[in-house]
């Protein structure tokens, strides 16, 4: 199988490396905007080899890995050298937007929206690592769109990679995930910034820093250029997701100055439950 | 050595476990509001043999790990009995309470008031993990208040753990910790409420949780009767830190609705520098 893929950072690098193993004839084929990313890729054995646009049409699948506000005019490129039999997808953490681009594209057949829920806080080639995309929980928006045979080969690769693959209209997608994903950034890049900003003597922070810190704090070390345009895509949603929680956090604030322990305890006795939710996975 | 431990939940249980292995012939003797609590203690082995508070005399050390808000009236009770060989101490996550409410107790000296920045987000005995204290930053407050015989043994403990101690002062402390340990466990179970709230089909939530969601959420799995005292000992602190966090918060909405790439971009670069802060560790 020829593979090839576009944009090597955590999310495409880590792809070149999970999919070898349940297709181990697939010849990897790369390309980057930095030149560097893609001599490293092939330094790092993520690819077999640099490509170009042009030679996009030889692919049976191509995967586009790059930040979410790249992807506009460069799915044109692509969507307009392959062939009926090339199968396109992004793994983007945002749906809509894109859906909306491709909407009456004459080869959105060949696309298929997809959005693993996968990943780490770091970011470059260097940071793929096996296994990323293995048991993890994926989403694929307006299935009905995309060819059946390339759809068939898309469930074959998912199933492959052992991802669970749920279906959700491209609105709820980003509805959920503003919740679910984006509102965790916000929450975790705020409270590193508002730790910066009091602990000027940055030896406090990591005398005092205790696992619990390190955890909520992880994902402020993802990278700006992944997450700004993933925050505007979703500004609508990701705005509501930010009132709400500031709500809370404010409800919270008050018990606390009122010395309310009683519905204090309550309200963390009932977020506790979030263990069993999550136990269910 | 003998060793008195007064709730046995994750601290306590924890401390007797790793206790023995610098100090094999440690023998630990504990006490516990529960019953039940007191009795999986002695099933898990984590203690040699339940006591009465009137026992405690015959102690050579003496660890407080109960809720902080249950300190008061019980550290009493343990310090009447205690002659001047024994040293007392707790691991609670504020230290101007009780370091006020003993200052003029005249057997203040025989107290230390440690805070080990270590935990998990679980409680009761069966939390109790090898380890937990081993590597972690103790922070003592008031050291010179607690006689020089003593103090000496408290730091032979805790090195013998490999605990890095910090010396500060307990109001120091509590403003430190207001930030850097009690805003992560207020973000972290605020994250929580908000995404319960949305997702009133819990199916939603563990479809869709990454990891990251999930190392963002893992503190509001942790004991609201832990938590609960230790938000209202440091409210002032706290409901300040809470200001400055949904400051933050707006800020970046606001940012996003302005869809004001460039500055955001900014502020999640500088943010990033956690990285380099938490790497020193």
Redesign the interface.
Known sequence: MKVGIIGLGLMGGSFALDIKKPFPNSEIFGIDSSSKNLDEALELGLIDHKIDYKDLNKMDLILISVPVNNIFGLIDKVLDVVGDNTLVFDVGSTKEPICKYLKNHEKRSNFLAAHP?????FSGPTAAIKGLYVG??N?ICEFEKTDKKLGKLALEIFDALKM?T?YMDPKSHDV??A???H?????????????????KN?N???????????????????S??T???I??QN?TN??A??????T???L??EL??E?N?EE??K?????????E??N??
């Open positions: 829920m996968a990943g780490t806080e993890k929980t989403i669970k749920i959920h995930v919740y679910v994903s509102l965790s950034h916000v929450s975790s890049f705020m409270l590193g910034k508002t730790v910066i900003e009091k602990e940055e406090n922070i990591f005398d005092l820093a205790g696992s619990g810190f390190e955890s909520t704090v992880r994902l402020a070390k993802s700006p250029n997450w700004t345009p925050f505007l500004k990701l705005a997701a930010i009132d709400e929680y500031v809370n956090l404010n919270l604030k606390i100055v010395e322990d204090l305890n309200i963390l006795n009932n977020t506790n439950r979030i263990k939710i999550l269910k996975k």
